[in-house]
């Protein structure tokens, strides 16, 4: 079967397209028929071999994937790596079915982005009804979603950032309140600014560098700043504890696998309660690019640019 596979760990030069054995199902997964693959920042740092777990050569990248399984169900599915082929093997209890009024690239959108934006507003800052939130880079895969839900569950003003007129504006178009340039030369006061005068509440970051150590500046009392990505490939500052004490502020981290270890499903509720927002017409997916699978090179250097918004996928059919 057709794959992407990297031989080597490098920029978006690595990836090929190979000619590569079929992955066989074990008693408790599912082959899947890839229709549509996910493209995630993650999967940029994995290819460098620069992600929280190390990989093995030679890689198959991709942890997503949409299709249909050979009893005919259609499923959006976790997976380890594996995921830019044609065809994919997924965990049973990593798999979710389809409604059959939601699209193949939404689903997707909603398994890894926008499971990492519930997570991030429901369990790192607790958001509260009325409060402020701030998305950064909210014309993304997941500050797209994060700008919408974070209304849905009652914020009283969200803030999105953007690196151009362009997205800021798409994320106006979302729902949010105000939207900051993200090349700010003060993120500090860029943010009060926006959030008319006051500190905010909470701040969904995936930047690193000084944009990290200014959005925390900008936090209020009690205020809580959650981290999921370093974007920028710069690491902020080191956390200050004393700080923290002194500002009544909290800084958490997520990784979305953990989310699956926790009891109670929460992925599993995380995309319930999102299919019934997007069926309700309260959330929707940016789809910001469908490319065929042997460019997948394309897609990293576009997402590494900072070039594409929302969810990028790979099609193995063309």
Excluded at 180 to 203: C, H, I, P, Q, W
Excluded at 258 to 271: C, S, T, Y
Aim: hydrophobic residues 45%; charged residues 25%.
């Amino acid at each position: 079967m057709r794959a992407i596979q990297i031989t080597e760990f490098g920029g978006p030069e690595v990836l090929h397209l190979a000619d590569v054995p079929e992955p066989v199902p074990g008693s408790d997964e599912l082959l899947i028929d890839v229709e549509r693959a996910g493209v995630n920042y993650a999967d940029t740092h994995r290819v460098e071999d620069t992600y929280l777990s190390s990989s093995g050569l030679p890689l198959i990248p991709g942890s997503e994937v949409a299709g249909h399984t050979r009893d005919g169900r259609r499923v959006v599915a976790l997976v380890d790596s594996g995921g830019y082929a044609e065809r994919a093997v997924a965990h049973r209890s990593m798999a979710f079915e389809i409604p059959e009024d939601v699209d193949t690239a939404t689903a997707l959108a909603l398994l890894v982005q926008g499971s990492t934006a519930w997570v991030l507003l429901r369990r790192n800052v607790h958001l509260a009804e009325g409060e402020s939130v701030v998305v950064h880079a909210g014309a993304g895969g997941v500050g797209s979603l994060a700008v919408q839900l974070a209304k849905a569950l009652g914020a009283g003003r969200v803030i999105a950032t953007a690196g151009s007129p362009e997205k800021r504006e798409l994320a106006l178009e979302l729902g949010a309140d105000a939207a900051a340039d993200s090349r700010a030369a003060d993120m500090t006061a860029a943010l009060v600014e926006a959030n008319e005068g006051r500190r905010v509440d909470a701040v969904l970051d995936m930047t690193g560098g000084r944009v990290t150590d200014e959005s925390l500046r900008a936090l209020a009392p009690f205020g809580r700043l959650a981290f999921y990505g370093m974007a920028s490939r710069e690491a902020p500052k080191p956390v200050q504890l004393p700080n923290l004490m002194r500002h009544s502020t909290a800084v958490s981290g997520m990784w979305l696998p953990h989310a699956f270890q926790l009891p109670g499903d929460v992925v599993g509720q995380a995309m319930a309660e999102m299919f019934e927002l997007v069926q309700a017409g309260r959330l929707r997916a940016v789809l910001g690019g469908d490319y065929p699978l042997e460019q997948a090179r394309q897609a990293h250097e576009d997402l590494r640019a900072r070039a594409t918004r929302g969810k990028l996928t790979l099609d193995p059919t063309r």
